[in-house]
């Protein structure tokens, strides 16, 4: 047996003479088992609510979607759309025109984006099952579909067939205008339906028909702002962004879902690696403690060290001793407080004790990457503490 490992658990399970290094390392085992559970269950939480997050802007964007690389818009040709279906991984694709414009309603005024769709777009976004009042607008109507934050802030209701509401669209081309009148492509819309996702989405767009956001931007029939596209399972997203390029002759870039929401997710990556930094500094102060602990330890053992040294045992090997020890109670105290952590989630994800409102239980995800995070984080702060620790072992000490 290694002499250093064999002396090392000899001192972890064997209490010392001194009460009071007794405390300090119950107290040390103590933090890193706190630290450790603490640790986890933050990391799940922050999983839980980054996934909560991102649940509304994955319900409502698409896997895929084609945008032009100048300009607002691009011209699609039929050729163009059969080449897109007939690549393996695509399931279905939407053509969509999207702009910012204003809508007023018995004198109220809002500006939101209109985005015009086609009759296959439920296809690629599931966006019926958002529709919190109403029906879905049909193809080829002046029916729109509204988000909840607009309707309130016009006091719009659906189906209003004695009040009219009005969108307003600048005209293209150059000069002076002379009449302001003449300066908007207007049409009055029927609201059918009001959809619900969150706060922001609410406030954004007014869903159309494709061929009315045609009439008012004034494009051409083909021409639209972008494609959507859903994918099969286990597509090859990276080849299929390569291969749109091209049918379009890189005059298009195509971004996937993470990337039409990067500021989003930079956020949320931000704020995740804030809160690790700022727990793993609390774990930082609470190895002090072992460090501490180890250094007691060490001059409550003096006498035994010398005896070790003076028969021949190196200083290495007596530095190696205490290296074990710290690294040992380490790993012991951060797989009890992960296990515990561990609980904690799984506890709180079947049985939902913590409730944010009462019907939305706090949101909490165990995965295996905040496992190796943990394991990883307390094994290396708890072995650069005991090797700090350690080092005060030297033949100055022993002499």
């Known amino acids: 047996m290694n002499f250093s490992l064999y002396i090392a658990k000899r001192y972890i399970f064997s209490k010392s003479k001194n009460n009071a290094i007794n405390i300090i390392n119950r107290i040390a085992s103590a933090g890193i088992v706190i630290g450790a559970m603490a640790l986890f269950v933050v990391l799940s939480v922050f999983s839980g609510l980054k996934d909560f997050s991102l649940s509304f802007s994955n319900n409502f964007d698409p896997d895929l979607k084609i945008l032009a690389t100048k300009g607002k818009s691009f011209v699609i040709s ?8 007939k690549l393996e991984g695509i399931a279905s694709q939407s053509k969509v025109i999207e702009e910012r414009v204003l809508f007023m309603f018995n004198g109220k005024e809002e500006v939101a984006v209109l985005k015009g769709v086609d009759s296959v777009y439920s296809q690629v976004n599931d966006v019926k099952k958002t ?38 669209v600048p ?37 159309a028909d494709i061929g009315l956001a045609q009439e008012l931007l004034e494009y051409k029939p083909n021409q639209v702002s972008g494609i959507e596209l859903k994918l099969k399972p286990n597509a090859d997203e990276a080849t299929l962004k390569t291969q749109l390029e091209a049918i379009f002759n890189n005059k298009v870039f195509v971004k996937n879902r993470a990337q039409l929401n990067d500021s989003l997710y930079k956020m ?8 690790y930094l ?13 460090a501490g602990a180890i250094i007691m330890m060490i001059l409550d053992k003096k006498e035994n060290l010398k005896t ?24 012991f105290g951060g797989l009890i407080g992960l296990f515990i952590g561990v609980i904690i989630v799984v506890i709180q994800q079947q049985y939902q004790l913590i409730m944010i409102t009462p019907t939305l239980a706090y949101p909490v995800i165990f995965n295996l990457q905040n496992v190796v995070v943990v394991l990883a984080t307390i094994f290396s702060l708890g072995l650069i503490a005991s090797w700090i620790a350690s080092s005060r072992v030297s033949k100055k000490l022993l002499d």
Not at 175 to 199: C, D, H, L, Q, R
């Open 78 to 85: 039929k050729e163009q759309e059969l080449k897109i279906l």
């Open 308 to 331: 070790l040294y003076n028969l021949g045992t190196e200083v290495k090997d007596l530095q190696k001793i205490f290296l074990l020890q710290g690294t040992l109670l380490t790993t």
């Open 278 to 290: 700022i727990f793993t500094l609390v774990i930082i102060l609470t190895l002090f403690t072992l």
């Open 171 to 207: 005209k293209s081309g150059k000069g002076t205008i002379e009449n302001p009148a003449e300066a908007f492509n207007k049409s009055t819309i029927f609201p059918v339906g009001i959809y619900a996702i969150n706060e922001d989405l609410d406030s954004k767009y007014v869903f």
């Open 268 to 275: 949320l990556n931000t704020e995740n690696a804030a809160v």
């Open 131 to 168: 529709l919190f009042n109403g029906q879905w607008l049909k193809p080829e109507t002046y029916q729109v579909v509204v988000g909840y934050g607009i309707s309130e802030k016009l006091s719009l209701g659906l189906f209003d067939f004695n009040s009219q509401l009005e969108v307003f």
